[in-house]
Nanobody
């Protein structure tokens, strides 16, 4: 059973920083991508940042220059360093992974974490 467990959310003032972590556990053969999405109240879930094999990264325009995604492949963990936070960054942040579970790779499956709340407010 593969699980994604997030940590690091919380309340921060505008201009502050937070670092989110997401660790994938269980039997994992290969990870293609790991990333972060967010969902604000009454809005659709949106991509924040994604990291693919080969150190390929992609960011939403709204976070470019402020957020940095990184991975520790040995630990199956992805991080999101969030700097210069704004009130509009307030949302539940979800970790996502596209990976092959088990002992071989027949298909990549999509997994989600439980979400962690980030609130930016003075």
């Amino acid at each position: 059973q593969v699980q994604l467990v997030e940590s690091g959310g919380g309340l921060v003032q505008p201009g502050g920083s937070l670092r989110l972590s997401c660790a994938a556990s269980g039997r994992i053969f290969r990870i293609r991508t790991m990333g972060w999405y967010r969902q604000a109240p009454e809005k659709q879930r949106e991509l924040v940042a994604i990291s693919a094999s080969g150190d390929i990264t992609n960011y939403a325009d709204s976070v470019k220059g402020r957020f940095t995604i990184s991975r520790d492949n040995a630990k199956n963990t992805v991080y999101l360093q969030m700097n210069s936070l704004k009130p509009e960054d307030t949302a539940v942040y979800y970790c996502n992974a596209l990976l092959c579970p088990g002992y071989s790779c027949t298909s990549f499956d999509n997994y989600w974490g439980q979400g962690t709340q980030v609130t930016v407010s003075s």
